[in-house]
């Protein structure tokens, strides 16, 4: 008889699957369409230390000869259960096709829970543990099959590694890795035990998601465990940033943003100073240390306001517009309640309002529905009370909060998972609200701008004055400031918008576990969602932007995995205690060093000045598919626009340069044959006149080309063949050899083309970069970069030194 726990667990089991099958549901991990298929492992070999078998590939282990106790016990007692049924039950035919009974598969599954029960007692009972010789692997499980979410290609079995900083997946049968930083997980689910093995569901937070099957519960259990505790680091000092820390100095990345040279740039006048009322972050912690403000407030009327408004973030400047001397102020909601009033803030909006030369009236936004500011006023907090604040309007704009936000993002996510249908996903989207959520965002930034580039003035807040106050100003910047829509402006952006001014990426972006129910609910993707409406922008003015859309999504993606130090920590006084310059690597220094795989090649810098003409209808604003269905290779194009246009100006450019090579050979040749023998300087004069002479051509193509470059232009020059010359050599030779016309296409190309390479392009997001040599796709680490040209390791190899 089965006793103990393990019995218990495996009747329970039993009962449950029992119910399925009359309920017309299939066993514990197995699903139906394109969901988790089963698909068993081969059998391992049987080992005599342990007596480790296999059959119909369930995994067991016993200590001598293997019996089928437990299966002849649910044999029995399903017999018995039956033997009270009709005879017209107990007589019933077969199921069509062959399908063996449902109490054949239940008696697996118990057998299989079973074993390993029995597996693990005996490894507790041996002390068997897994030890690695590198400190860094925390778990390693073998034969894991990775499941394809849609049901459409085969499983694929591997190895997972787990380390201190990533899960790998590594394929045995196929050169395929899956790596995930630690920190980009954001859930692991355990499905109950089947046949097939455990299934384990890995959600990422860049919308990434792996199903898992692995062979024994134990394994599944532990790697789950070790899953969730990498991924949920309780200290911040524990990421990966502190740990990829590497090469030298990072000086240009970490002084991206030079305060007095930025509000030099926007052309602030003598109305506007640095104010040293926030040193040491005396006044508030989540601002800056050097504020500008009006030159006429005093230190009083400074701190006054702070006093007067959330978390002590005063009105400060953050852009000047140049043109219309209009300027643009941040805050935090003032503590007024039902009735209280701060005539130092008063006096600061007013002084506010006349540093502007084309008029004294200042527009208030507020951020949050009107209701949400009422409530508010409950908390001692709300809203300005325009009867105290003269020449001053007030406008109200319906943007949720971070809760709201946080469950629309999971709903679309949700929509974007689960539809079977077109009307589903319609449905789901619709339902989640997400679009609607960035049409008011967009509609607020561009009633700022409008005001701004109008000669208003304005002040914008929200509740704390870091999350829709942060999307809704640095997004009318991004429309007003053709500087702020290039790759060192958008940088400029951040650093100042969202990182300067206290966003807090630490909580909103789950940066460390949540201590606590209440941290829990900080988490919001605030910051992904201004990329988004960012990206609506762009899509609309293709050509107004520097950057292509992967710059928005790996900037997405790297704001999670954490590492860099860029957007760790919840303001700027966190940074500096964390000493992030000194201790970990910029995301500006490595997107300087890839500006090619983010250059948007349809870019003109002078086309536009601003973007006001930004439509906000409903109908303009979609999906921003290639963040959401990153890893759906059905649902995006094959092709980029993008990066075919940057692969043709890329090839042009490196033909361009092979015919200036040939011309200047040409030139060489000519000048070799002015000075050689008679001999040979006729055949080559006859060779280069004989276009002149009035004979016909052969038109240059890609056949004649290749051929000349293998046969003609790569042959070593002799003394034999009459142009050479010792004396003489020329730079453009290993140009010249081997240079083909036709490049591969980006279609289809899923893997890097070296040998031995294992890097698989996952994504559309994936820069697929060509050797300039023979014309194929490999991946960056494959290549070679130059001055002059790109080559993969065996065309370097090949060519001259």
């Known amino acids: 008889m089965i006793a103990g726990p393990s019995a218990g667990y495996a009747k329970?089991?039993?009962?449950?699957?029992?119910?399925r099958k009359e309920c017309g549901s299939r066993v514990p991990g197995y699903r139906s369409g394109p969901e988790l298929r089963a698909e068993p492992v081969a059998p391992c070999a049987t080992r005599t230390s342990s007596?480790?078998?296999?059959?119909?590939?369930?995994?067991?282990?016993?200590?001598?000869?293997?019996?089928?106790?437990?299966?002849?016990?649910?044999?029995?007692?399903?017999?018995?259960?039956?033997?009270?049924?009709?005879d017209a039950s107990r007589d019933a035919p077969a199921p069509a096709g062959g399908a063996p009974p449902a109490y054949t598969e239940d008696v697996r599954v118990a057998g299989a829970l079973l074993a390993d029960k029995l597996r693990t007692l005996y490894e507790e009972v041996m002390g068997e543990e897994k030890v690695f010789a590198d400190p860094r692997i925390v778990d390693v499980v073998d034969k894991v099959q990775l499941v394809d979410g849609r049901g459409a290609d085969a499983n694929i079995v591997g190895t997972i590694h787990l380390t201190t900083s990533h899960l790998i997946f590594k394929g045995e049968s196929e050169q395929k890795e899956i790596w995930v930083a630690n920190n980009l997980i954001h859930s692991v689910e355990r499905g109950p035990l089947s046949v097939a093995g455990c299934p384990l569901t890995i959600k990422c937070k860049h919308f990434q998601v792996l199903h898992l099957l692995i062979?024994?519960?134990?394994?599944?259990?532990?790697?789950?465990?070790?899953?969730?505790?990498?991924?949920?680091?309780?200290?911040?000092?524990?990421?990966?940033?502190?740990?990829?820390?590497?090469?030298?100095?990072?000086?240009?990345?970490?002084?991206?943003?030079?305060?007095s040279i930025e509000f030099q740039r926007q052309g602030i006048d003598d109305g506007w100073t640095e104010s040293d009322v926030n040193g040491d972050y005396a006044v508030c912690d989540t601002y800056p240390e050097r504020l500008w403000v009006p030159a006429a407030a005093s230190k009083q009327i400074l701190l006054g306001s702070a006093a007067f408004r959330s978390k002590g973030r005063l009105p400060a400047l953050t852009y000047h517009h140049r043109l219309s001397k209009a300027s643009l102020c941040r805050c935090a909601q003032p503590l007024s309640g039902f009735s209280a009033r701060c005539l130092e803030d008063e006096r600061l909006m007013e002084l506010i309002a006349k540093t502007n030369e084309a008029g004294d009236q200042l527009l208030l936004v507020d951020t949050r529905p009107m209701v949400n500011a009422m409530v508010n006023k409950v908390q001692?907090?709300?809203?300005?009370?325009?009867?105290?604040?003269?020449?001053?309007?007030?406008?109200?704009?319906?943007?949720?909060?971070?809760?709201?936000?946080?469950?629309?993002?999971?709903?679309?996510?949700?929509?974007?998972?689960?539809?079977?249908?077109?009307?589903?996903?319609l449905r789901g989207l619709e339902a989640s609200g997400w679009l609607k959520h960035l049409r008011a965002i967009m509609e607020c930034a561009h009633y700022i701008a409008s005001a701004i580039k109008n000669g208003t003035s304005c002040v914008v807040h929200c509740s704390d004055g870091w999350d829709r106050t942060s999307q809704t100003v640095a997004l009318a910047q991004l429309l007003l400031d053709p500087?702020?829509?290039?790759?060192?402006?958008?940088?400029?952006?951040?650093?100042?918008?969202?990182?300067?001014?206290?966003?807090?990426?630490?909580?909103?972006c789950a940066h460390t576990a949540a201590q606590n129910e209440e941290a829990a609910k900080e988490v919001s993707p605030v910051f992904s969602q201004w990329l988004d409406t960012v990206w609506q922008v762009h899509r609309q003015f293709p050509r107004a932007f520097q950057f292509n859309a992967r710059f928005l999504v790996h900037m997405h993606e790297y704001v999670y995995a954490c590492q860099h130090g860029t957007f760790l920590g919840n303001c700027e006084k966190d940074r500096k205690d964390l000493a992030v310059a000194r201790r970990t690597k910029s995301l500006w220094t490595h997107f300087d060093a890839r500006a090619e795989d983010y250059t948007n090649p349809f870019y003109e810098p002078t086309l536009y000045t601003d973007l006001l003409a930004l439509s906000t209808r409903a109908a303009n604003i979609e999906v921003f598919a290639q963040l959401y269905s990153r890893w759906e290779d059905g649902i995006l194009p094959r092709e980029s626009l993008e990066d075919t246009m940057a692969q043709s100006l890329d090839h042009i450019a490196v033909l361009q340069t092979t015919i200036a090579a040939m011309e200047a050979r040409v030139a060489e040749l000519r000048e070799m044959t002015g000075r050689g023998s008679v001999g040979s300087g006729s055949c080559v004069s006859s060779m280069s006149t004989a276009g002149t002479a009035g004979a016909p051509t052969t038109p240059m193509t890609s056949s004649t080309l290749s051929v000349a470059g293998r046969s003609g232009l790569s042959r070593q020059e002799t003394a034999e063949s009459g142009v050479y010359d010792a004396s003489l050599t020329s730079s453009e030779d290993s140009i010249l050899a081997g240079t083909v016309v036709r490049w591969q296409s980006l279609r289809d190309v899923d893997e890097c083309s070296a040998r031995g390479c294992t890097v698989e392009f996952a994504t559309r997001a994936e820069k697929r970069l060509h050797c300039h040599r023979c014309g194929k796709i490999f991946c960056r680490r494959c290549l070679k970069t130059g001055e002059k040209e790109r080559l993969c390791r065996q065309c370097g190899d090949h060519s001259p030194q």
Request: proline content about 1%; charged content about 35%.
């Open 12 to 19: 329970k089991e039993y009962g449950r699957s029992r119910r």
């Open 51 to 86: 007596r480790r078998g296999s059959e119909n590939g369930v995994y067991f282990s016993v200590s001598g000869p293997r019996k089928d106790s437990a299966r002849s016990h649910f044999l029995r007692q399903n017999r018995a259960s039956r033997a009270s049924a009709s």
């Open 215 to 259: 062979r024994r519960d134990k394994e599944c259990g532990d790697l789950f465990e070790s899953i969730r505790r990498c991924s949920q680091p309780l200290n911040i000092e524990e990421l990966l940033a502190f740990d990829h820390r590497d090469g030298g100095e990072d000086a240009k990345g970490w002084s991206r943003l030079e305060w």
């Open 380 to 425: 001692g907090k709300g809203f300005e009370d325009e009867r105290n604040y003269s020449g001053m309007r007030f406008q109200f704009f319906d943007i949720e909060n971070i809760h709201v936000m946080r469950t629309s993002q999971t709903k679309l996510v949700e929509a974007q998972s689960r539809a079977r249908s077109t009307s589903d996903y």
């Open 483 to 508: 500087f702020y829509r290039t790759i060192h402006g958008f940088e400029i952006l951040i650093e100042k918008d969202w990182l300067a001014f206290g966003h807090k990426f630490d909580d909103r």
